[in-house]
């Protein structure tokens, strides 16, 4: 079992509809991380949090907003989402923020988003 | 720009034999390098990771090599398991320093 918890596993959303992903973990972890990762293909970075603010932006459309509450949660609330955007949503998390990027991350097992 | 890749992307190989995933990588200036697996349905599970001080580093039955004059980077299974069948993917630091370079992915199926 994955140290990092994704909630939903699933979800199905019209283009319309105002949704949130959550992701949770408790290693004391100071960087968390958002990746879209569509069929067949490797994690692609959409957000970085270090120490709780957010560090990168990967040029991610609006209709994208992160949210980190404090250093254990990371959500990303999705707002008229296009077909386009149906992917595996993937959160990870690294022990030290900043730029350390020497270090693992420990990913969670994704929401799987289908926009209809 | 900078990019991970790996020049196979399936590997079909059968039970008991070893297992060598290769990746190339671009970027001189990485310093720390990653294995993932991936199941179907789950997110990557770290496997090995290795710095650029160090060309070889070893866990429990699998083995990462880096050449950094080739810029290469290999994972090895030893005695591959039905369980290793999954998508295994090499990472690298970004330019940002803060995030991964994932390579294409390897799928490596295991026949009995």
């Known amino acids: 079992d994955t140290e990092v918890t994704q909630t939903p596993k699933h979800l199905v959303m019209g283009m319309t509809n105002k949704k949130s992903l959550k992701c949770e973990q408790h290693?004391?972890?100071?960087?968390m991380y958002w990746y879209k990762q569509k069929a067949k293909k490797p994690p692609e970075l959409m957000f970085v949090?270090?120490?709780?603010?957010?560090?990168i932006n990967e040029s991610v459309p609006s209709r994208f907003s992160p949210e980190c509450p404090n250093s254990s949660l990371l959500n990303l609330h999705l707002h008229a989402l296009q077909p386009e955007d149906s992917a595996l949503y993937l959160c990870?998390?690294?022990?030290?923020?900043?730029?350390?990027?020497?270090?693992?991350?420990?990913f969670g097992d994704g929401t799987r988003l289908s926009i209809l | 720009g900078e990019s991970v890749g790996l020049h196979l992307p399936t590997l079909s190989v059968q039970e008991g034999d070893n297992s060598i995933i290769n990746c190339a990588y671009s970027n001189s200036a990485s310093d720390y390098f990653i294995w993932y697996k991936q199941e179907s349905g789950k997110g990557p599970q770290f496997i090995i990771d290795?710095?650029?001080?160090?060309d070889k580093r070893q866990g429990q039955r699998v083995t990462v090599l880096l050449n950094k004059t080739v810029k290469h980077l290999s994972l090895q299974i030893a005695a591959t398991q039905p369980g290793d069948s999954a998508v295994y993917f090499c990472?690298?630091?970004?330019?940002?320093?803060?995030?991964?370079?994932f390579g294409k992915g390897t799928s490596l199926l295991v026949t009995p």
């Open positions: 290795i710095r650029s001080n160090m």
């Open positions: 290693m004391g972890h100071r960087a």
């Open positions: 949090y270090s120490y709780e603010k957010l560090s």
């Open positions: 990870a998390s690294s022990q030290e923020g900043g730029r350390a990027g020497n270090q693992p991350q420990h």
């Open positions: 990472a690298e630091v970004s330019n940002s320093g803060y995030a991964l370079n």
